[in-house]
């Protein structure tokens, strides 16, 4: 990693968070060495609690998310996509944008790898970047008339059955107009960010991001015929626990409940979007190319000949 770097000048990035994935290895030397380098170009730089104390830095300001998603002007997440769904739910409802850093395995939110961050930093901070907006998704349950519990999701809401029951019946809806009764393991909505993790491996189909969708998946349905259908994200979807034991709903892996019988849970795209901030000349194909080994293919074939 280079220190030769020149730190970025304080722009209208004025105040930058800094939010590290608590207890990984190498996790305090990187945010320690980012901190020094925001520092020393002008910048107050804030954390979450848990980074902080990892930190232990000077003139690092420990904050709540509530607290960052007020003060802070952008969020460099150093990690994995885990750590940024945990803290872009978080910071959506404050339009606070994020930056990743990928300090995990497959990473395709947190796409500026480690060994280069600070000149990459530097750069997107000084106003060289590329800027997106993700969607989001919201849901309700619902018990007879009654909300029970409600979350947002970046990636997907899944509905499934417990490890050692059978299959659920989920009665699905669109806009009021019945769709489909679907017995299966469970089944995924997912945003157009969330179609390259769950859904991706239920053999659902890879959305472009800016795309205005929402992907539903079954997981191992009965028939055959149950296939992913991609819906505008201008729907209502409700789906009811018809049968099944053991059943819980949960939102991008992070937070759940469990469900009963006849339990009605209505997604729609949230209100929030999730502002990302990339480096000059990025693109979601490199992106693709690069974590789904795409480009290995041709040397592949060539074995094969």
């Known amino acids: 990693m280079s220190h030769s770097t020149t730190p970025p000048a304080a722009s209208h990035f004025k105040t930058v968070a800094l939010i590290g994935k608590h207890g990984a290895s190498g996790a305090a030397e990187s945010l320690g060495e980012l901190a020094s380098f925001l520092q020393a170009g002008g910048h107050r730089v804030v954390s979450d609690t848990d980074t902080a104390q990892e930190l232990g830095q000077a003139g690092v300001q420990a904050m709540t998310a509530d607290e960052i998603g007020e003060h802070a002007d952008v969020a460099i997440v150093v990690g994995g996509d885990g ?103 469970g089944l995924i909505l997912s945003t157009p960010t969330g179609s390259t993790a769950y859904a991706l491996s239920a053999g659902g189909p890879i959305l472009q991001p800016g795309l205005d969708g929402i992907v539903l998946v079954p997981i191992a349905p009965h028939a055959l015929s149950n296939r992913p259908i991609v819906l505008s994200d201008h729907c209502e979807i409700v789906i009811e626990l018809a049968s099944g034991r053991d059943c819980s709903v949960n939102f991008d892996m992070q937070s759940l409940t469990s469900l009963h019988q ?14 990302f901030l990339h480096p000059k000349g990025w693109s979601y194909y490199d992106t693709l190319r690069e974590k789904l080994h795409w480009n290995e293919y041709p040397s592949v074939l060539g074995q094969l000949k």
């Open 83 to 185: 750590t940024v769904l945990g803290i872009a739910r978080q910071l959506a409802p404050y339009k606070v944008p994020l930056i990743g850093v990928n300090q995990g395995r497959l990473g395709f939110m947190t796409d500026i790898p480690q060994e280069r961050m600070l000149p990459l930093l530097a750069d997107i901070l000084a106003g060289k970047l590329e800027s997106e907006q993700r969607s989001m998704l919201e849901g309700v349950v619902w018990r007879a008339g009654v909300n029970i519990y409600q979350g947002v999701a970046f990636n997907d809401v899944v509905v499934s059955r417990g490890a050692g029951a059978g299959m659920v019946e989920l009665r699905v809806e669109v806009d009021g107009h019945f769709m489909y009764n679907q017995r299966s393991d």
């Open 262 to 275: 006849h339990d009605r849970i209505v997604v729609r795209r949230s209100a929030h979007t999730i502002t």
